[in-house]
């Protein structure tokens, strides 16, 4: 019955497939016969994909999926004209199938028993080594059903935009290949029921980052960008590997469910192992989710196009760490003390990134160093042990954040490219669209009450206050945070959209709102923003909190602990300061750089340092640079001296002393056959005597 | 009796040293062809002495396959060395070492 979630991940693989080969002979089958067969032989590829899909399948599923299908084939054999067209409808069709087909699982899920939401589908078998037995199988519960919708849902929309932002590109069909690999393999991420597998998607969604980063490559820096990316990620994958080794020693099994089922019984509470497994994840999560120490690469990976940003950089991929989290519950609630690491350093990413966010002046890397913050949120709640809570917020940060970037991309469409905020100003008149929708997003992510931000930041900020994990510590960083969300995001949005107009005459008269085809996913995304947090309403205001029991059967393994009772009263006035914290942030705001705008300025001139500090986001690149990359260069180098001369020369030295040993011993050889006759007589002699 | 057997067998022994020397002293191929027919004979002749004192006739047996083998060798070297001489217009070993390292 949910044999079809198989497919989730497998159209975005077919829709990577063609786009790529498409992409690779384009053009050598332009204005060609041989285009319209190859073109046809890629639809009749496609065609047979789904033809052993629908034998795979009950009848109804098949017949989503083969509309689209039978529309793309045609307009693969007869749209050869227009062929970008063509990568657009495979690209953004195979996500959408996605979708739909994940919607059904939802649909499905929710109409069984909460106790039996838990279904494993095998695909095929994958590795079989001493007591090691390995699927290639997806699991479908709560948590997994939420990330396969975000991924699939926010993944579609922002296909959907792509084909506006990125009309006209050369490389048109390999961003529609890159893309829809990376949808993919996060829907593999997110789907396995095994940590090898999930690693597999880990890896995967890395390199698809890689590559989307860099994806104009002709530029070094994207180049460089990308590079950092991957490596940075590397450290804390080797955390994560070195984690699903240290399961399997344990429990000698490397699935889901049998390693959380037997946690509490095989490891003692606040053991060594368990703390060690869950920290050494927690590295992992660190470097994929851009967390103190690790965060340094998300910043640089906005050279890629902003779609990508959007996608992988806010919505999905740098989500993955708190997912995973979330994911090993049932081992992290064993250590206590792992649980507080996360709870810390989300919480001190949280603050740190805002703060940096102050004074940046690139229009998406504001939006990065906030979602470093966010995503600081979110570890903040799953490492006070909310995890719901956690991923809630992942969920409405994936609709604003993706919104504000997509939004962002709409506003350096309308400049020309331009990206610094400083040089923007009273867009508000031009692009009136994409400011409602802009707007719309920073009230979503400074907290404003009735929109979804403050809904999952307000249930973070309560569990920080009154789980048996949390403390009034974590909140009071959590609640300074908001605010700081609040002034900074309201900086980004009133230096871009009001003031005065500080572009040059050229941009100015350029400036035009975007087409309707990326407009469109960002009302999707605005109303998700809006009405999203409405399925997680906190229960003290009433209302059944459905995300929340929706969740709770992921959580059954997890030990449980005796949460303490507060009153209602208290978590209203929780919540009434968070607000009031939010909305002196946006106040300071108004005041700096709408009322008189000269503030920011002369305090940049006053607290010089500070000012130089936090632009230069505390040099912690430069620091990083002297205290590990340079080292490593270093090391590197002297590595390379050691290969070149010790191996290389040990190498060459055998062949070489072999060589001369043979010139030698050949002399022995003369081709007169009576000294031969000599050795073998004289051999004789020494024998006999 | 030993005395009699000695005296074969000290005869097999000059005639195979006679056969030895001259492949090590001298240069002419078909010289050093007939030395190693001289060494074969030398050998045959221990054999046939051992076979005959030890009344066995597995000595015997070896003679008759040696000397089916140098007939066969013979065959076959003359051919090679007649060959060589018209290659090269001489079978003076010296000019033969063509096969060296």
């Not at chain 1, 968070?578 to 909305?583: G, H, L, M, R, W």
């Amino acid at each position: 019955m949910f044999d079809f979630i198989v497919l989730i991940p497998l159209f975005p693989l077919f829709g990577a497939f063609l786009n790529g080969i498409y992409g690779v002979f384009r053009n050598k089958w332009a204005n060609k016969p041989s285009h319209t067969i190859g073109v046809a032989a890629i639809g009749l590829a496609f065609g047979l994909v789904l033809l052993l899909v629908y034998k795979m399948l009950s009848v109804p599923i098949v017949l989503l999926a083969l509309v689209p299908a039978l529309g793309a084939f045609l307009n693969f054999i007869f749209g050869y004209k227009w062929s970008d067209k063509l990568v657009s409808i495979i690209g953004v069709g195979s996500v959408g199938i996605s979708f739909v087909l994940s919607a059904l699982a939802l649909w499905k899920l929710i109409h069984l028993d909460p106790e039996a939401r838990f279904i494993e589908v095998v695909f095929y078998k994958w590795m079989v080594s001493g007591n090691l037995s390995l699927d290639v199988a997806f699991l479908l519960d709560p948590l997994s059903a939420v990330m396969i919708l975000v991924v699939t849902g926010v993944g579609f929309l922002i296909h959907a935009y792509s084909m506006g932002y990125m009309h006209n590109d050369p490389s048109y069909p390999r961003f529609f290949s890159y893309l829809n690999l990376f949808v993919f393999f996060m829907l593999i991420l997110v789907m396995s029921n095994n940590f090898p597998l999930m690693f597999v998607g880990w890896e995967g969604v890395g390199l698809c980052s890689y590559l989307l980063i860099g994806f104009w490559f002709e530029d070094d820096y994207n180049a460089y960008a990308g590079n950092k990316a991957f490596i940075v990620n590397r450290i804390g994958d080797f955390g994560f590997i070195l984690a699903i080794f240290l399961i399997f020693v344990t429990f000698g099994t490397l699935n889901y469910k049998d390693v959380f089922e037997t946690a509490s019984r095989a490891l003692p509470y606040n053991g060594f192992t368990v703390t060690a497994i869950t920290l050494l994840l927690f590295l992992g999560a660190t470097g994929k989710s851009a967390q103190i120490p690790l965060y340094v690469w998300l910043p640089d990976a906005m050279a890629g196009p902003t779609p990508v940003s959007a996608l992988i950089h806010a919505a999905t991929m740098v989500t993955a760490g708190v997912y995973m989290v979330a994911r090993c519950n049932a081992l992290y609630t064993l250590a206590p003390v792992s649980l507080a690491v996360v709870a810390t350093i989300g919480a001190l990413t949280a603050i740190f990134a805002a703060s940096m966010g102050f004074a940046q002046k690139d229009i998406k890397r504001i939006l990065a160093y906030s979602t470093i913050s966010q995503l600081g949120y979110m570890f903040l709640g799953v490492g006070v042990a909310a995890f719901s809570a956690g991923i809630f917020h992942l969920v409405t940060h994936a609709f604003f954040k993706a919104l504000l970037f997509l939004s962002a991309g709409s506003v350096i469409h309308a400049m020309g490219g331009e990206q610094d905020v400083m040089k923007m100003g009273g867009l508000k008149g031009h692009i009136k669209k994409t400011f409602i929708v802009s707007l719309v997003g920073t009230l979503a992510i400074a907290g404003a009450p009735g929109f979804s931000g403050f809904f999952s930041k307000d249930e973070i900020l309560w569990q920080a206050y009154s789980s048996p994990y949390g403390s009034k510590f974590l909140w009071a960083i959590g609640v300074i945070t908001a605010g700081m969300t609040a002034f900074y995001m309201f900086r980004w949005l009133f230096l871009i959209f009001f003031g005065e107009e500080r572009m040059d005459h050229e941009t100015k008269h350029h400036i035009h709102e975007s087409p309707n085809s990326m407009l469109i996913p960002l009302y999707v995304l605005a109303f998700l923003s809006i009405f999203g947090g409405y399925m997680g309403v906190p229960e003290s205001l009433g209302v059944k909190n459905y995300f929340h029991h929706f969740l709770e059967p992921v959580t059954q393994y997890a030990y449980k602990v005796e949460w303490p009772h507060y009153s209602h009263a208290l978590e209203y006035t929780l919540m009434i300061v968070s607000v009031a914290v939010a909305f002196a942030g946006f106040a300071l705001a108004y005041i700096c750089y709408i009322k008189d705008p000269s503030i920011p300025v002369k305090f940049g001139e006053k607290y010089r340092t500070l000012y130089k500090w936090v632009y230069n986001k505390y040099f912690v690149d430069e620091f990083y640079g002297i205290l590990f990359v340079k080292g490593l260069l270093k090391t590197c180098f002297g590595m390379r001296a050691f290969d070149e001369k010790a191996i290389d020369g040990a190498v060459n030295g055998t062949g070489k002393s072999l060589y001369w040993s043979s010139i030698l011993t050949g002399k022995l050889q003369t081709g007169y056959i009576y000294h031969y006759v000599w050795g073998i007589v004289l051999g004789l002699l020494i024998l006999l005597f | 009796m030993i005395s009699q057997m000695n005296f074969f067998l000290i005869t097999g022994l000059l005639i195979f040293g006679i056969g030895a020397t001259g492949l090590l002293i001298r240069r002419n191929l078909i010289i050093c062809f007939m030395s190693i027919e001289l060494m074969l004979n030398g050998v045959n002749l221990v054999f046939v002495t051992f076979s005959h004192y030890l009344n066995s006739a597995v000595g015997m047996l070896y003679v008759l396959f040696i000397m089916a083998l140098a007939a066969a060798e013979v065959a076959i070297g003359l051919a090679i060395i007649l060959l060589i001489y018209r290659l090269k217009g001489t079978v003076d070993m010296d000019s033969l070492n063509t096969m060296k390292g």
